[in-house]
């Protein structure tokens, strides 16, 4: 059983162009974390969110977790080609000590 | 400071064999985590060390086992391979606390490849 399910599950875009992807679980999860990943290499962590409703900002990156701490969301502004990669959503759920993991996002941007 | 390195980064087994990998976790970190990664599953939680005890399980076969020394290094290794092991396998160090907010390193990963 999958709790954290993201969408869209592949995404090609033009650089310039602005995106977001979603996690969404019917679950309530304690954080929320985001990684990328490269080719050939593991999840690098971008954001952790704890707080229901709070907005993290990195950059071109801006990072939510809903109110009810079921839902996040990544939106990338201008994406740029460096932003190719695979990105995973991570729930930590109250009285568990692991990290559920979400289907993923793979994002390609054209030059 | 060094990164988590993972040994080897490829291998190949045929049905039947066992595989041991081998994880240097950050020099301080004392938990290490294993995570197994397939195209159709995902990333997902294998178990957890902290101070050479096993702190956390997830939901595979006991097949699949682990151990971590005092150096805080671990190994995970798979008894009588499946073809449906073929996975990249992934460890993560942190320094121990709560792995919601804690933030985890990952290694490259170890492509395991089973004919």
């Known amino acids: 059983t999958q709790l954290l399910e993201q969408s869209p599950q592949f995404l090609s875009i033009q650089e310039g162009e602005n995106l977001t992807v979603y996690c969404n679980s019917s679950s309530v999860f304690s954080s929320l974390q985001w990684y990328r990943q490269e080719p050939g290499e593991g999840p690098v962590l971008l954001v952790t969110?704890?707080?229901?409703?709070e907005v993290k900002k990195l950059k071109r990156l801006t990072f939510q977790f809903g109110d009810a701490r079921k839902d996040s969301s990544l939106h990338i502004t201008a994406a740029q080609p460096g932003d190719t990669g695979l990105y995973l959503c991570?729930?930590?759920?109250?009285?568990?000590?692991?990290?559920?993991f979400g289907t993923g996002t793979r994002l390609q941007v054209f030059p | 400071k060094a990164g988590v390195t993972q040994t080897p980064r490829y291998l190949i087994k045929t049905r039947g064999q066992q595989v041991t990998l081998s994880c240097s976790p950050i020099s301080g970190h004392r938990s290490v985590s294993w995570y197994q990664q397939t195209p159709g599953q995902g990333l997902q939680f294998l178990f957890e060390y902290f101070s050479e005890t096993q702190r956390n399980k997830g939901n595979f076969p006991g097949r699949f086992s682990g151990r971590q020394f005092s150096n805080s290094r671990s190994e995970m290794n798979v008894s009588t391979l499946e073809l449906g092991d073929s996975a990249l396998y992934l460890c993560?160090?942190?320094?121990?606390?709560?792995?919601?907010?804690?933030?985890?390193?990952f290694g490259p990963g170890t492509r395991l490849t089973v004919l």
């Open positions: 991570a729930g930590g759920r109250y009285n568990t000590d692991k990290l559920i």
């Open positions: 993560a160090s942190s320094q121990g606390g709560d792995i919601g907010t804690d933030t985890q390193y």
């Open positions: 969110v704890v707080t229901g409703g």
